[in-house]
C-alpha cells in the first residue's frame, strides 16, 4: 500500500508561481511512474504531467508545456510540480498519482495510487 500527499497550492495571482509537493509513503518508490492531474469545478480530470521511474523522461499536456517543470527526488519519495506564469484557467484541484506500469500517461486509467489532492486558485 503507498500513501500519497500532496502540499503546496494555495492563492496566486496571475503570472505567479506555485511548487507542489507530493510526498510517498511504502517501498519501492523508484518503481513508480509519477503523474500530476487536476480537475478543475465542473470539468473532468485531466493529466498534467509525468515522469518515469528513472527520471529519464517527462512529458507535459500541451496546456502547461513551457510553464510546469516536474521532478522528483527518489531519495525523499517526492516528487514536484513547479508551476510558473499561472493561468486563471490553471485553476483546479491538483493530485499526483503513481502507476507501476503506465501506459498512456494522460490516462487516469493507468494509475494505481492516489493522493486527496491540493487546492490551486489563480486570480485574475
Known amino acids: 500500500q503507498v500513501q500519497l500527499v500532496e502540499s503546496g497550492g494555495g492563492l496566486v495571482q496571475a503570472g505567479g508561481s506555485l511548487r507542489l509537493s507530493c510526498a510517498a509513503s511504502?517501498?519501492?518508490?523508484?518503481?513508480?511512474?509519477l503523474g500530476w492531474f487536476r480537475q478543475a469545478p465542473g470539468k473532468e480530470r485531466e493529466g498534467v504531467s509525468f515522469v518515469t521511474r528513472g527520471a529519464g523522461s517527462t512529458s507535459y499536456a500541451d496546456s502547461v508545456k513551457g510553464r510546469f517543470t516536474i521532478s522528483r527526488d527518489n531519495a525523499k519519495n517526492t516528487v514536484y510540480l513547479q508551476m510558473n506564469s499561472l493561468k486563471p484557467e490553471d485553476t483546479a484541484v491538483y493530485y499526483c498519482?503513481?502507476?507501476?506500469?503506465?501506459?498512456?500517461?494522460?490516462?487516469?486509467?493507468?494509475?494505481?495510487?492516489w493522493g486527496r489532492g491540493t487546492q490551486v486558485t489563480v486570480s485574475s
Open positions: 511504502g517501498r519501492s518508490f523508484g518503481s513508480y511512474g
Open positions: 498519482a503513481i502507476g507501476l506500469r503506465v501506459g498512456d500517461p494522460m490516462s487516469d486509467l493507468e494509475y494505481d495510487y
